[in-house]
């Protein structure tokens, strides 16, 4: 079973930065492209980032670029949301992902989710 569990989500103001960790388990972590995708309410699912399987390449939502990181750690089967300069509208669910490819990933595995709320 595959499990991707999210965590360090919170409550921030505008102007702060927030880390957000996936923790991956029965897959082969270093086989997939992990990514991030946010759902604010009543909008809809939005793409932010995604990193290669060994993390040599990354791609950003335009929005985020320069503000946000993508990493991961194919040891400990981690992946993180490194979120700097919040904004109001970051305000979300942010859900981990790991999918097949990079280009065009098709993503196979969601997590449950972690919400941010971002204060103005």
């Known amino acids: 079973q595959v499990l991707l569990v999210e965590s360090g989500g919170g409550l921030v103001q505008t102007g702060d930065s927030l880390r957000l960790s996936c923790a991956a388990s029965?897959?082969?972590?270093?086989?997939?492209?992990m990514g991030w995708f946010r759902q604010a309410p009543g909008k809809e699912r939005e793409y932010v980032a995604r990193?290669?399987?060994?993390?040599?390449?990354?791609v950003y939502a335009d929005v985020v670029k320069g503000r946000f990181t993508i990493s991961r750690d194919n040891i400990k089967n981690t992946t993180s949301l490194q979120m700097d300069n919040l904004k109001p509208e970051d305000a979300a669910v942010y859900y981990c992902?790991?999918?097949?490819?990079?280009?065009?990933?098709?993503?196979?595995?969601w997590g449950q989710g972690t919400q941010v709320t971002v204060s103005s």
């Open positions: 992902v790991a999918g097949r490819g990079f280009a065009t990933p098709v993503y196979d595995y």
């Open positions: 029965g897959l082969t972590f270093s086989s997939y492209t």
């Open positions: 990193i290669s399987s060994l993390g040599i390449r990354t």
